[in-house]
Nanobody, 119 residues
Framework: QVQLVESGGGLVQAGGSLRLSCTVF????????MGWYRQAPGKQRELVAA??????NYVESVKGRFTISRDSAKNTVYLQMNSLKPEDTAVYYC??????????????WGQGTQVTVSS
């Protein structure tokens, strides 16, 4: 069974940094792409950053502050978050688009990790 396990959230003051990690556990064939989404109270879930074979994308509000990277050997994706702002406060979710077999692709989500930025 495939599982995405996240870590690295927490409470930080504005201007601080956090690094989120997400590792894919289980038997898979390959990873198409991985990304981070976030959902603040009362708001829709939004894509923060994604990394695929086609490149890297960020939501405009985090460009220049957040960096997504991937360690393929470890099936892990990271989100380095610098210069954090109170408006970055949200539950952050890892997403992975995986091939379980050469024919079957599925979308998976992590359990979410809380990031709180105090002003």
């Amino acid at each position: 069974q495939v599982q995405l396990v996240e870590s690295g959230g927490g409470l930080v003051q504005a201007g601080g940094s956090l690094r989120l990690s997400c590792t894919v556990f289980g038997s898979i064939f390959s990873i198409n792409g991985m990304g981070w989404y976030r959902q603040a109270p009362g708001k829709q879930r939004e894509l923060v950053a994604a990394i695929t074979s086609g490149g890297i994308n960020y939501v405009e509000s985090v460009k220049g502050r957040f960096t997504i990277s991937r360690d393929s050997a470890k099936n892990t994706v990271y989100l380095q978050m610098n210069s954090l702002k109170p408006e970055d406060t949200a539950v952050y979710y890892c997403n992975a688009d995986l091939f379980i077999t050469v024919w079957e692709a599925n979308d998976y989500w992590g359990q979410g990790t809380q990031v709180t930025v105090s002003s």
